[in-house]
């Protein structure tokens, strides 16, 4: 009797998890490279994650966007900045181990008490599992909580750029149409952010797409706005692709 109950248990744990698992399902993007495929895979808000090399690499892991503890284990996760819509001490804890390489900003650490990690500042760059990670700075210029109080203050937010088998992702992280991003170049694909008041209007976003030139545009961290808009914007813009995926 007993070991049909735990039979009966286990069966039923099974079908939990398989149902919870097939509820989350997620859009994905892939690309080819010159060492195999490249996944994106799109959690939402500014969570998402890439497969690639057999490495997975997590970004801005949050357990509000997706459930962490059916999430494949990291092993390497970014941080952009220190804002519990961005760092999420439970997401890390189901997919950390003890191989999983952490790079964050120096603000996160006051948020990450027995963890090992890796300090990243803006214009910093380090090679990491043989993947190259440029820190570029993100914050706002415009758009301010109060006067002289931008909801992002300069330094103290990262985006990250990885070069992957020669292509170059940008995540910008929160921040606006900043010098330092619309002087980027060779970028393949980017993430940037739209929507207010803490991040870009589809006009800034607009305006540092026509700058840099990224080949395939994500708007993500978008919330209420309308990424249509966005598309509308850059309809004329051949060299740049916008794709729209669920990323409020």
Do not use: W
């Amino acid at each position: 009797m007993i070991k049909r109950l735990i039979i009966f248990t286990t069966i039923i744990c099974v079908f939990f998890l398989l149902a919870k698992a097939d509820q989350q399902s997620f859009e994905k993007d892939v690309f080819a490279t010159s060492m195999g495929e490249l996944t994106i895979t799109f959690v939402g808000h500014g969570t998402l994650y890439f497969t690639f090399n057999n490495k997975v690499i997590h970004i801005d892991p949050v357990t509000r966007y997706a459930d962490y503890y059916l999430m494949p284990k990291a092993d390497m996760v970014l941080l952009t900045h220190e804002h519990g819509d961005h760092l999420d001490t439970k997401a890390l804890d189901y997919i950390i181990t003890k191989k999983t390489d952490m790079i964050v900003t120096e603000k996160c650490t006051s948020k990450l008490d027995g963890y090992i990690y890796k300090i990243m500042k803006n214009g910093d760059v380090q090679t990491v599992q043989g993947i190259k990670i440029e820190a570029v700075p993100a914050y706002n210029i415009k758009h301010m909580r109060s006067p002289g109080n931008p909801f992002h203050p300069k330094g103290n937010g990262n985006g990250y750029i990885l070069t992957m088998a020669g292509k170059r992702i940008y995540v910008a992280g929160d921040t606006e149409n900043i010098p330092e991003m619309k002087a980027l170049k060779n970028i393949d694909i980017a993430f940037l952010p739209m929507n207010l008041p803490y991040t870009m209007t589809p006009e800034m976003v607009a305006d540092a797409a026509r700058s840099f030139k990224p080949k395939i545009l994500y708007p993500y961290h978008y919330g209420s706005t309308d990424p249509g808009k966005l598309v509308d914007l850059l309809k004329t813009e051949e060299d740049i692709e916008v794709r729209i995926r669920k990323m409020r």
